[in-house]
């Protein structure tokens, strides 16, 4: 597997000199690696330590952009999908250029990279009958509870 992904970076930065883009390699941050599907997937970017100049900062998905921000200089950057789907699973980086690019056209990986999970999203549910017992042929009504699974034990702000 490394040697796979090795081969993969060393093809992308050979294509991306060969291209004239010069990109470079930006750290990638995320507090989850785990997103459920419909939620929001929150990573952060940083060039501190690469470069002291304002930046175009992209954020890539197994190699290539998805997004673009102005980056200030020295300044982390967050990157904000909402309404995350279950394709958005995969290896995410952060690269950088001083011109800014056609977001399809930059392909490359970071100084790391982190797997992001997106998980399917099932609410638990119960389900009972108001009444013990129902006459034949009688309609039945039924009470249907739901409890998200991802706000148990979370302080509300």
């Known amino acids: 597997m ?32 785990e997103v459920p599907e419909g939620g929001r997937l929150e990573v952060t970017c940083s060039t501190f330590g690469f470069t002291v100049k304002a930046v175009y900062l992209y954020l890539c998905r197994n190699g290539k ?6 980056a200030p200089t020295r300044q982390d ?15 995410y980086s952060c ?5 800014q690019l056609e977001i399809k ?6 100084h790391n990279y982190i797997f992001i999970n997106v998980m399917e999203s099932f609410i ?4 009972h009958l108001l ?7 009688s309609d039945a009504e039924f009470n249907c ?3 998200n699974p991802y706000t148990k034990n979370k302080p509300r702000t």
Do not use: W
């Open 2 to 33: 490394l040697g796979v992904f090795l081969f993969a970076y060393i093809s992308v930065n050979l294509f991306l000199k060969c291209q004239g883009q010069n990109i470079h390699q930006a750290k990638i941050f995320s507090e989850n690696t």
């Open 65 to 70: 952009a998805i997004d673009m921000k102005n």
């Open 77 to 91: 950057t967050a990157f904000k999908i909402e309404r995350i789907g279950m394709n958005y699973s995969g290896n």
């Open 95 to 99: 690269v950088f250029s001083e011109e």
């Open 105 to 110: 056209e930059v392909m490359g990986y970071g």
């Open 124 to 127: 638990l549910t119960q389900i």
């Open 131 to 137: 009444k013990s017992e129902v006459p034949v042929g």
């Open 145 to 147: 509870t739901t409890s």
